[in-house]
């Protein structure tokens, strides 16, 4: 299918690593899941740099989000 391609540290490039592991998922093929998402952490990463934002961070802030649903409140 047709996927537009997005720039690299924009929004759009998040959205086209989405739609190709959305693509992979549909194929059903393991390898190339696991490609698209590689690709798309390494799109969030670089557009996280344009908030001053490392994965490091995101990764922290997905762990308190996690805590705080698993114990019912956050800390």
């Given amino acids: 299918r047709k996927i537009n391609k997005g720039k690299l540290g924009e929004f759009s ?7 190709e592991l959305s693509d ?3 194929q059903d093929n393991k390898i190339l899941i696991m490609c698209e998402l590689c690709d798309l952490v390494g799109s969030i990463e670089m557009f ?3 908030w ?5 961070d995101i ?9 705080a649903f698993e114990s019912g409140h956050r800390k």
Avoid at 13 to 19: A, G, L, S, V
Avoid at 59 to 67: D, Y
Wanted: without cysteine; charged residues 40%; hydrophobic residues 35%.
């Fill in 59 to 67: 990764i922290q802030m997905k762990n308190s989000t996690k805590s």
């Fill in 24 to 26: 992979a998922v549909e």
């Fill in 52 to 56: 001053n934002l490392t994965l490091e």
């Fill in 13 to 19: 490039k998040i959205e086209e690593e989405f739609e």
């Fill in 48 to 50: 996280a740099k344009k």
